[in-house]
Every structure is written in C-alpha cells, then in structure tokens.
C-alpha cells in the first residue's frame, strides 16, 4: 500500500485504467499519508469522508476514458470550491462557503479527479515563505525548520511530501514556480490567459494565473492540458488552440535555440545557483540544444515595477473583504469603525501592508510616478522578451536566487523576502509560461531549481526541453518523512 | 444665435450675474442585463431578487462586459452627433460603501466610449447649441436603506452593476429654462433610439448639477459647485435658482465660493455643503485589469448607424419642409417619439393641417386633463384619422366634431359609428337646408326687414337660428351661402 502514494500520476492514472489500482484505494493512501502528516500543516480544510465517498462512488461506475480517472487531488486554498470552504489563507475569509466552483477545478473534476482538501497558501497568496497565512506556516518536508516557499507552500510541501499525486497552485510573482523550487518539484505558470481566473480569489488579476504542481514533468503536462481552456466567464482568459501537451511531449529538443540573459547574473548571488546555471546549460547542450547569449536589459526593474502593480491592483481587488456581506465582520460603532475594525483584525501584515503601498501608489499626485511608470517599464520589460525570442525559442535561468530558507528568518525583513522573486517576476510581467524544474542540491542538501521561460503559449516548448533536461539531471529529492511518527 | 429677451441674469445692487451650468447626467440604459453581469435589471422587483455573484462581488467573480449595453451606448453617441471611440478603457473608481459590494465602481475615466458631440436646443427666441464633453459607461451602485430600522441599514443589490450611461455636457447652460429644455432633449433623443427609456420617477435619469456664477461679460468662470444627485427638472431648476443667488450673494458680500459638492434638500428648497473639495474622495482610479480596453470596429459602428431611426431634429426638418408645419407645431409633434407615431400614423390618411391642430390642441388638452400619456390615449390614431375625414369631407362641422371627440375619449369609438347612431351627420344637402333657412327668415320677419335696410351684423343672428334649428347639423358653410342668397 504505501507504494501507492510514491507513485507519480502517469503511473497511478495507468494502474487505474489498468485496473490494477481502484480509485478507492489510491484515495484511502492518500488520505492515510495526509492525516498522519498534520505536523507539516500543508491542509487548511480536509474533506477526506467526502473523497473517499466519491472514489467508491467512481468505483463503482469508473468512466476509464477521463485523464484523471478517480485520482485524488487537494488544492490550493486560494480555489473556490463549492460547499467546501475556501479561506484564501486569510482570517477574513475563514468561514467562506462558495456556491460556485473555480473553472479550474471544475475542469480537473470533469477529468474524473476527487477532492481530497484545501491547502495552505500565504494569504492572498502574498508571501513567499507560505507564513502569511492565518492557518500557520507549512513546514518543507525536506527540513523541517525550512519553509517551502510561498505563496503556493502548502501544495508545495503535499506534492513533495507525496500527500497528494500532484496539485495546482496560482503564481502571480513566483508562487508556483519558487515553492516548486524549494522543494524539489515541478511547477509551472502557464502563459498568462490560458487558465481561467474565474473563481480563484484575486490577488492581483493582471499578473495571476494557475498552474500545476507536480514530481515530474510529465504529469506537470498532463495536468496543464487539463486545466487550460478558453473561458468566456473570464474577459482576459485567451482563445488560442491548446496542445494536448503530455501526448505531445517528447525529449527530441535538438537545435532548440536556448537563451542565457546576462542580466540574471545578479549581485550576489551564492555561487552554487551560479554553478546549477552553468551545469543546467551543460544539460541543455547535452540534450542538442545551442546555447545564445541573450540581453534582458530592463530585468533589474522588475522588482521594483510588480510591487507596484501587485498591490496597486491587489489594494483594490481586496475591497470587497468588507465585513458587509460574507467572511469574518468585526462589529463597529458604525460603518466606518466596522469597516476599520473587519479589515485590521481580518487581514494580516502583510496583506496589510501591501493593500497600504497599493493605495499609496494609486493615490493622485503619486499615480503617475509610480503606478503609471510601472506600467510604462512593464512595457519595456515585455519588449525585452519580445526581443529576445526574435533570436531563442526558450530562456534559461535559475528559479530563485538562493535555496529554501529557515522559517521566521525573512519574517522580518519584507524585502529580503520579496528579493526572493526576482528571477520569476519579470515572467510574469511579461505574462509568459515559465517552468520550474529541480537541478540539483546546495552544499546543505537542499533543493535548487532551473527555470524555463517560454513565448507566450508555448507551453509545448518548454515542457519539452524540461522533459529532455529532466531525463538528463535525475534528480532524486532527500525526503525522510520525518514528521510521520 | 440671439439671446437677448430671455436672457436669465441675477441683479443685485448695480451687478449683472449670469449663471454658468453642466450638467453631468446619469442614463439608465435600456437593457434587460446588467453592465458586467446576466442579472436582470426590472424595476421594482423584490430587493435583492436580481443580484448574481458577480453583482454581490463573491470572491473570484469577474465581470463579463455585455455587448448589448456597449451598443446602446454607441447609439446614443451617434444621436448626440458625438465622435465614438474605437478604444476606450474601462477603469475602477475605488471607495467604501456599503452598497457597493466590490468596494469600487467600474467605470471609464480616460478613455470614454463616446467623445465630444453636441444637443441642439429649441428656445423661445431661437436655437442653442450645447456642447458635449463625453458619454462614459458605467455601473450603478445598490441602494442603502436608512429608515426601516432605527439601528441598522438595509442592502438591496439590485441595481448593483446596473448599465449607466453619464453624459457630461460643457458648461453652456445659462439658465434654469435651459436646463429644462436640455434634459427634455436629451431624454427625447434617448427615448427615440430606445437606450434610455428617461423615466425620472424610476431613476432612469439623474444628473448632477454643476453652478458657478460670474459678472455678465465676464470671460472667466467663476468656483463651481456641485449639486449631486438631483432627479427631477423642478429640482434641478429651483435648485440652480437657489445655489445660484447664493453664489452670488456670497460674491456681493465680499466672500468666497468654496468648490464643494452640495445637496438638494427638496423639502427645504436649498442646497447645503455636502463635502468640500478638500474631503473629496481619491478614487484612485486605474485601468480595471479583470477587463481587457473595449475595442470596436468601423463596421460594428457603421451597422449601428444603419440602426438608428430619424431622430428629433431630423424629424422636425421634415414635418417643417414637407407638412408645411410651423417650427412650434413640429417642435412639439416630434418632441417624443411616441407623440411623433402618432401624429404620422394619424397624418397617413389624413389631412395634415387638421390632424396638427386636433392632436396639439384637443387631443393634448383632453389627456392632459386626464393625466394620460399619448401611449395610453383612449382614442387611437387611426379613429382619429377618421375623424378628421369626417370633418374633411363636410360629414360633420367641427362644432359636432368636438362632441364627438367626447365621446371618443370615453372609449375608443368608431367616430363614424357615434354619427350614425346619434344622428350627428351634417345636413349638406343644399334643399333641404333651403327649407329650413326659408322658415328662419319667415320666423324672424322683421328682423329680416332690419338686415335689409342696412343693419348687415343680423347675418351673424339667422346663422345661429338656422344652426340652432338643425341641432348644429347644417353644414355652416352651405348655410352662409343660402342665407347670403336668400336675405
């Protein structure tokens, strides 16, 4: 039995329609790993009854046609689901019960997937570190004094700790692809407007995008093809002809154009991601692809220009969290004190701080400087991209600039913590898919990840090259499942 | 463009004020959904009965721009001969209220739909043309309900999201008369092309009333202020009389106007301080990122052109060139659509001359004692028609005409059908009219004598006594003939 929950998706849908494997049985696995695996705290809200009901509700009529025939799944907290709460990590939130589903998960649903649970997340999905949230912080499953990046943390931490077959995230800066990262898994951020934003709760709608999270590439494939449709409900959601990206996924990447932006180079940066870039372009040229050198010029703005728009945009996304008309309300002399007390008591810091620099930006005397030159260098950051596959198909770079941090060490310097983005959120900026695959270990033994950024829909491409890079690097995560006692 | 009697001004002491006014007015469009939302937008339905998820702002709801609305508001541009925006950017116009679910308004900023256009208006001593600064879509809030319970306030959601058109015109009004002639305009165009059926009752129609004061001949305009929210043309005028002699009595007291936004109070009839400019809100508007900038093609424009149906002023250049109507008479036959059918309905086998004088004066006159709308006239445009045929064709005298009409208005009757039953038809038939002129004349024998020998204003007398003797059914016309012949 515990060899199921060690299997990756491909292998679990394969023994499913096999019938080898009822769906039964591979939920009760994945429900007995995920309630002896509290102490990583990866699960906001259980529905363990409810999945193992509609696995042997699916066993008993099974439908072996679906890409998800009767798999368990959680999924981040930040997917509205229907009648099972959805809190966004945040208090403010805490005892929302949507009556609608997300896109997302209803088509991961109509896959034949169960829903297991809701997963950790920073709150509104603001952190890097998943300890914004107001369900505590998430612990990563190869240390546990580590955090598993944020702000999809929790799904990190059960994709790697093997509490779920594989998960979605949403990445608006990075959270999809540095927890990926952090913890020795495959994310990725699919091209802006391939997934549909309806019913995930917003942080900033520009930037947002779900994505999956998964062991390995391939099922990472699997999972994007099921998620990505055209979706009227959602106006930026884009119509363009979707791949079924895992029967399309091949290892052939020769003659494939790789680009190297000279700008990712940054100040100091630790010479062990320095050393994963330059063995990444040598798996790269292992696997027939040729290596240019590239220029981003605009990179070192990125930063600077997401905290601007993030919050600008997640300032007036988090309105509605007024205490009037669903989640936590505080009660109040009047409407204003309400509204004051609601929103100081059911928000946290960070969110707090962020909504603070968003109406800051928006004010009138300061929109132009900030909020409109943002807009004007997210322009120009796009266009670098632009630029540069004029001349590569696909772009290399390392995920995060440092491997997973000891939790509470970046709590208290927001800008330390925010720095943790930096070679992810010109990716989203640019609204361009950008993949996250584990390469290798630091001296500590802890995971560290390349990132490749691809044109916008082209999702294919950089599946395939992590696909042949994968091959290549044979990761093999350290995970001693030391919190099961 | 003469404006010399009717010229509005404020005098006080030796001063000459004239009086600067926009008006930024609120449209409800015409459409059975709502802006971003498939929710139903019925007035008067149960609160909170037409609110989607979207429209109560649920997490992760995302508004879906409705064609249809984008179509009325391109409409209503081109009645306002305005130039149409092929992109234009809807933006978030963020503040806290209790009925406004998404904590910000979605609106447009600086890209309206609809650019600069003009209204021409119909003033007693000539036309006036009104600039318009832009039209912009936009959503409406809920409603907040103060006076149901002593400690709290209700919600109703159901105009929440609902499509508004805000039509800001340029400061050109000059008088209250003029606002009252610029509304009706506009609510007349609107009313013609079906975006904005202007029930003020309802709250289709709304505006915000901006009035600034300056000595007459003065090329600068004076500090504005804004009087928000006012729904009806009383208002807006005795509220522009009011703020406006405040304005100035301030000026003469040696004071200063603070630019501020102010309130109609309706029972008091005056305006009071709302909130000044230093209170006034920072919306922090931006490019709303849930919605991509609206773009529309010349094609999809020029079909709506193909759409739009003769309006007002169009209308009354025809009546005027091709019915020979007065200027007056056309300026109220077209003055709302539904009157103008009417007319042309009643006109379509029908004199033109009598049908514009019964429908301006006895039809109007009857419903409006009536308190009826055309729409709802007992008499209907083709009894009518066949009425003034009747009179046309000497059937009956337009003295049997009105009584006629009477009973018409009592029920939608074949006028044809009172006549005969009633025995209403017009004696025409030369002899028989004879006999009763010859027995008149033998009656009044001496008055007769009297007319010959000179005292000619008797003629007036026999016609009488011959219309009375025919109970009002000799043909007079006929009656003038035989009589002149006969005395």
């Known amino acids: 039995?515990?060899?199921?929950?060690?299997?990756?998706?491909?292998?679990?849908?394969?023994?499913?329609?096999?019938?080898?494997?009822?769906?039964?049985?591979?939920?009760?696995?994945?429900?007995?790993?995920?309630?002896?695996?509290?102490?990583?705290?990866?699960?906001?809200?259980?529905?363990?009854?409810?999945?193992?009901?509609?696995?042997?509700?699916?066993?008993?009529?099974?439908?072996?046609?679906?890409?998800?025939?009767?798999?368990?799944?959680?999924?981040?907290?930040?997917?509205?689901?229907?009648?099972?709460?959805?809190?966004?990590?945040?208090?403010?939130?805490?005892?929302?019960?949507?009556?609608?589903?997300?896109?997302?998960?209803?088509?991961?649903?109509?896959?034949?997937?169960?829903?297991?649970?809701?997963?950790?997340?920073?709150?509104?999905?603001?952190?890097?570190?998943?300890?914004?949230?107001?369900?505590?912080?998430?612990?990563?499953?190869?240390?546990?004094?580590?955090?598993?990046?944020?702000?999809?943390?929790?799904?990190?931490?059960?994709?790697?700790?093997?509490?779920?077959?594989?998960?979605?995230?949403?990445?608006?800066?990075?959270?999809?692809?540095?927890?990926?990262?952090?913890?020795?898994?495959?994310?990725?951020?699919?091209?802006?407007?391939?997934?549909?934003?309806?019913?995930?709760?917003?942080?900033?709608?520009?930037?947002?995008?779900?994505?999956?999270?998964?062991q390995n590439v391939k099922d990472c494939a699997l999972l994007q093809e099921v998620i990505s449709t055209y979706d009227e409900k959602d106006s930026t959601s884009i119509d363009f002809k979707r791949n079924e990206y895992s029967k399309k996924l091949t290892k052939d990447i020769k003659g494939k154009k790789i680009g190297i932006p000279k700008e990712y180079r940054v100040d100091g940066m630790p010479k062990e991601i320095e050393d994963l870039w330059k063995k990444g372009i040598e798996y790269?040229?292992?696997?027939?692809?040729?290596?240019?050198?590239?220029?981003?010029?605009?990179?070192?703005?990125?930063?600077?220009?997401?905290?601007?728009?993030?919050?600008?945009?997640?300032?007036?996304?988090?309105?509605?969290?007024?205490?009037?008309?669903?989640?936590?309300?505080?009660?109040?002399?009047?409407?204003?004190?309400?509204?004051?007390?609601?929103?100081?008591?059911?928000?946290?810091?960070?969110?707090?701080?962020?909504?603070?620099?968003?109406?800051?930006?928006?004010?009138?005397?300061?929109?132009?400087?900030?909020?409109?030159?943002?807009?004007?260098?997210?322009?120009?950051?796009?266009?670098?991209?632009?630029?540069?596959?004029?001349?590569?198909?696909?772009?290399?770079?390392?995920?995060?600039?440092?491997?997973?941090?000891?939790?509470?060490?970046?709590?208290?310097?927001?800008?330390?913590?925010?720095?943790?983005?930096?070679?992810?959120?010109?990716?989203?900026?640019?609204?361009?898919?950008?993949?996250?695959?584990?390469?290798?270990?630091?001296?500590?033994?802890y995971p560290l990840g390349l990132q490749i950024i691809g044109k916008a829909f082209d999702e294919q491409n950089i599946l395939n090259i992590a696909y042949a890079m994968e091959e290549k690097i044979n990761f093999k995560n350290n995970i001693t499942d030391w919190w099961i006692k | 463009m003469s404006k010399s009697k009717s010229e509005y001004l404020i005098n006080r002491h030796d001063n000459q004020y004239e009086v600067v006014i926009g008006l930024e007015v609120h449209a409800q469009v015409t459409s059975v959904s709502k802006l971003f939302s498939t929710s139903a937008t019925k007035f008067g339905a149960e609160p909170n009965t037409q609110v989607s998820l979207v429209d109560a702002a649920f997490p992760g709801m995302l508004p879906v721009i409705n064609e249809y609305c984008v179509k009325q508001a391109i409409k209503t541009g081109i009645g306002l001969k305005a130039k149409i925006n092929k992109r234009s950017v809807f933006d978030r116009k963020n503040?806290?209220?209790?009925?406004?679910?998404?904590?910000?308004?979605?609106?447009?900023?600086?890209?309206?739909?609809?650019?600069?256009?003009?209204?021409?208006?119909?003033?007693?001593?000539?036309?006036?043309?009104?600039?318009?600064?832009?039209?912009?879509?936009?959503?409406?809030?809920?409603?907040?309900?103060?006076?149901?319970?002593?400690?709290?306030?209700?919600?109703?959601?159901?105009?929440?999201?609902?499509?508004?058109?805000?039509?800001?015109?340029?400061p050109d009004l000059r008088s209250p008369d003029e606002v009252n002639a610029y509304i009706k305009k506009l609510r007349s165009i609107m009313r013609y092309l079906g975006t904005c059926d202007g029930n003020m009752q309802e709250g289709s129609l709304r505006a915000d009333v901006n009035v600034s004061v300056r000595k007459k001949g003065s090329k600068e305009f004076g500090t504005r202020c804004e009087i928000k929210n006012v729904n009806s043309i009383k208002f807006m005028q005795m509220a522009i009389e009011y703020e406006a002699n405040r304005q100035v009595d301030l000026i003469e007291d040696g004071q200063t106007?603070?630019?501020?936004?102010?309130?109609?109070?309706?029972?008091?009839?005056?305006?009071?301080?709302?909130?000044?400019?230093?209170?006034?809100?920072?919306?922090?508007?931006?490019?709303?990122?849930?919605?991509?900038?609206?773009?529309?093609?010349?094609?999809?424009?020029?079909?709506?052109?193909?759409?739009?149906?003769?309006?007002?002023?169009?209308?009354?250049?025809?009546?005027?060139?091709?019915?020979?109507?007065?200027?007056?008479?056309?300026?109220?036959?077209?003055?709302?659509?539904?009157?103008?059918?009417?007319?042309?309905?009643?006109?379509?086998?029908?004199?033109?001359?009598?049908?514009?004088?019964?429908?301006?004066?006895?039809?109007?006159a009857a419903l409006n004692e009536k308190n009826l709308e055309i729409t709802e006239s007992p008499i209907s445009a083709g009894n009518l028609s066949k009425l003034i045929n009747l009179i046309k064709d000497g059937t009956i005298s337009g003295k049997i005409a009105k009584t006629v009409f009477e009973q018409m208005m009592e029920g939608d009757k074949d006028p044809q059908k009172i006549v005969e039953e009633k025995g209403l038809k017009q004696e025409s038939d030369p002899k028989a009219l004879e006999a009763l002129i010859d027995k008149v004349i033998d009656d009044n024998r001496d008055k007769a004598t009297e007319y010959k020998s000179g005292k000619v204003k008797l003629f007036g007398f026999f016609v009488g006594q011959v219309m009375k003797v025919s109970g009002g059914k000799a043909n007079p016309q006929l009656v003038n003939e035989i009589l002149k012949k006969k005395l």
């Open chain 1, 1 to 214: 039995m515990s060899d199921i929950t060690k299997q990756s998706l491909s292998e679990l849908v394969e023994n499913i329609k096999g019938k080898k494997l009822s769906s039964s049985e591979v939920t009760k696995a994945f429900v007995e790993r995920s309630e002896k695996s509290k102490e990583l705290n990866a699960y906001i809200t259980e529905d363990y009854a409810n999945a193992l009901n509609k696995a042997k509700k699916f066993d008993e009529k099974p439908n072996l046609d679906l890409k998800l025939p009767g798999i368990p799944m959680a999924v981040k907290d930040l997917f509205c689901t229907k009648d099972l709460r959805t809190t966004a990590g945040s208090k403010i939130l805490n005892n929302f019960v949507p009556t609608y589903e997300s896109t997302v998960t209803q088509n991961i649903w109509n896959e034949g997937a169960i829903l297991m649970g809701k997963l950790n997340c920073d709150e509104f999905a603001m952190g890097s570190s998943n300890e914004t949230s107001f369900f505590g912080n998430v612990q990563n499953p190869i240390d546990k004094n580590l955090v598993p990046g944020g702000s999809s943390g929790g799904s990190s931490s059960a994709v790697a700790a093997q509490l779920t077959p594989i998960t979605i995230g949403t990445d608006t800066g990075g959270s999809i692809r540095q927890p990926a990262s952090f913890t020795g898994t495959v994310g990725l951020k699919p091209t802006y407007g391939s997934c549909s934003r309806y019913g995930i709760v917003a942080f900033a709608s520009s930037l947002d995008q779900a994505g999956p999270m998964a």
């Open chain 1, 284 to 445: 790269a040229k292992d696997c027939g692809a040729e290596i240019i050198d590239i220029s981003l010029p605009h990179t070192n703005y990125a930063l600077p220009t997401y905290y601007i728009v993030a919050p600008a945009e997640a300032s007036s996304n988090l309105a509605r969290y007024d205490g009037v008309k669903y989640g936590f309300r505080a009660e109040g002399e009047n409407l204003i004190d309400m509204y004051e007390k609601t929103r100081s008591e059911g928000f946290g810091a960070e969110v707090q701080r962020r909504i603070m620099i968003g109406t800051y930006v928006l004010s009138s005397g300061y929109y132009d400087a900030y909020y409109l030159k943002a807009q004007k260098v997210r322009k120009l950051i796009k266009n670098d991209f632009d630029e540069a596959y004029k001349k590569v198909d696909v772009i290399l770079t390392p995920s995060t600039p440092s491997s997973a941090f000891k939790i509470g060490e970046k709590t208290n310097d927001p800008v330390s913590m925010y720095l943790n983005d930096i070679f992810t959120v010109p990716v989203n900026l640019a609204g361009l898919p950008g993949i996250s695959i584990p390469a290798g270990h630091d001296a500590k033994g």
């Open chain 2, 95 to 170: 503040y806290f209220y209790a009925d406004l679910p998404q904590g910000y308004q979605i609106s447009q900023f600086k890209d309206p739909i609809v650019g600069e256009g003009k209204v021409i208006l119909d003033m007693p001593d000539g036309q006036k043309e009104v600039g318009i600064e832009r039209l912009h879509l936009e959503q409406d809030a809920g409603k907040s309900i103060h006076d149901l319970d002593p400690k709290n306030t209700f919600v109703d959601l159901n105009r929440s999201g609902v499509a508004l058109m805000e039509i800001v015109s340029k």
């Open chain 2, 257 to 364: 106007i603070d630019q501020e936004t102010r309130l109609f109070d309706t029972k008091k009839n005056e305006t009071r301080s709302m909130r000044s400019k230093e209170d006034a809100h920072d919306y922090r508007y931006f490019p709303d990122p849930d919605l991509l900038p609206l773009e529309v093609s010349d094609d999809f424009i020029e079909n709506l052109k193909s759409e739009i149906p003769e309006l007002p002023d169009e209308k009354k250049k025809r009546f005027i060139e091709k019915f020979k109507l007065s200027p007056y008479e056309a300026n109220i036959l077209v003055s709302d659509i539904e009157t103008s059918n009417y007319f042309e309905n009643v006109i379509k086998k029908s004199d033109v001359k009598l049908a514009t004088n019964w429908i301006i004066g006895e039809l109007f």
